[in-house]
Nanobody, 121 residues
Framework: QVQLVESGGGLVQAGGSLRLSCAASGSIFSIDSMGWYRQAPGNKRELVALITSGGSTNYEDSAKGRFTISRDGAKNTVYLQMNSLRPEDTAVYYC???????????????WGQGTQVAVSS
């Protein structure tokens, strides 16, 4: 059993900052990547930022230069520092981890329960 627990969402004014955290726990052998996705009402879930076990990162275009993803491998935790927030960043943010639970096993995606981020204008 694997759990992803997110924290750090909330309400902030435009131009403000928030830091999201997500800790993975349970039967984890190795983690290939961790990332953050978001879903606004009426929209599809979209990738915001991703970081691999090797430290490579990938950002959605509107997040570049404003958001920073980082990871603590020893704690199986991923962070998303969000600066210069805009009203259009308002969404439920979901943590994702692609991981193996056993050696040489398949990689499987797991999701957190989501945390609400609301940015007021």
């Amino acid at each position: 059993q694997v759990q992803l627990v997110e924290s750090g969402g909330g309400l902030v004014q435009a131009g403000g900052s928030l830091r999201l955290s997500c800790a993975a726990s349970g039967s984890i052998f190795s983690i290939d990547s961790m990332g953050w996705y978001r879903q606004a009402p009426g929209n599809k879930r979209e990738l915001v930022a991703l970081i691999t076990s090797g430290g490579s990162t990938n950002y959605e275009d509107s997040a570049k230069g404003r958001f920073t993803i980082s990871r603590d491998g020893a704690k199986n935790t991923v962070y998303l520092q969000m600066n210069s927030l805009r009203p259009e960043d308002t969404a439920v943010y979901y943590c994702n981890a692609v991981l193996r639970t056993v050696p040489r096993g398949p990689t499987v995606p797991y999701w957190g329960q989501g945390t609400q981020v609301a940015v007021s204008s």
